[in-house]
């Protein structure tokens, strides 16, 4: 059996129709778009959860690429709709990953969808991979000359690589150094748990050779 992680900030029986949070990756948790639980205070209820394979869900490392499949995540969002009993009316807003799932949900026109809100979501990955390999080649030489080789050795996971992909995040992922913690939280846990993520994305943000 499967188990999806939630919660919900606020309560479900305002009037108003609550909002699910669809965290990026895919893989990275609820913990960096945690903030929106904020949006309770407007009375609305604020659901966050963790989809499968992060965070405090199933985590099903042994899975593999024929696996992680957008229907997949759509299914458990559909789930988590049901047994939430929002079908009568709810929001949906989703961030990087979450919003290109968001849309791929929206399209199939679910019950009870009253919008969506996509936030910082790449419209084409060929299009995020031209820009990163853009960004990338700003970097210093010698940063450039460490990710190139153990890409090419397919040493991703050693702490050189690691530094140097940390270089390139602290320029473009995220500016404000150290991490927030809830950011520093959501790079520890896909560190610790990285199947979905480097399955479907790579193992990083401009390495994209995932599915």
């Known amino acids: 059996d499967y188990e ?3 919660r919900v900030s606020g309560e479900l029986d305002t009037g108003k129709a609550p909002v699910v949070i669809l965290h990026g990756g895919p893989g ?12 309770a205070r407007t009375g609305r209820a604020v659901i966050h959860y963790d989809q499968l394979g992060c965070g405090n869900s199933t985590l099903l ?18 789930n988590l709709v049901d047994h939430l009993g929002i079908r009568g009316g709810f929001h949906v807003l989703g961030q990087s ?7 791929e ?32 080649a700003d970097l210093p030489s ?3 000359e460490t990710l190139t080789r153990h890409e090419q050795a397919g ?33 520890a846990q896909v560190v610790r748990n990285p199947t979905v993520y480097n399955v479907m994305n790579g193992p990083n943000e401009f390495h994209v050779i995932g599915t």
Not at 61 to 78: C, K, N, S, V
Not at 97 to 103: D, R
Request: aromatic letters at 14%.
């Open 97 to 103: 990953w979450g919003g290109m799932l968001g849309a």
């Open 4 to 6: 999806t992680w939630y």
């Open 105 to 136: 949900y929206g399209v199939t026109r679910p019950r009870g969808l009253k919008s969506l809100t996509i936030a910082n979501s790449p419209a084409s990955m060929k299009l995020w991979v031209e820009e990163a390999s853009r960004l990338r």
């Open 61 to 78: 490392p042994d899975r593999g690429a024929d696996f992680w499949t957008p229907r997949l995540f759509i299914d458990e969002l559909e």
């Open 28 to 39: 990275a948790a609820h913990n960096y778009v945690d903030a929106y639980k904020l949006l």
């Open 155 to 187: 040493t991703t996971d050693h702490p050189d690589y690691q530094a140097a992909t940390i270089v390139f995040y602290e320029r473009h992922v995220c500016r404000v150094v150290p991490f927030p913690p809830e950011v520093a939280e959501t790079f």
């Open 142 to 144: 010698d940063v450039q």
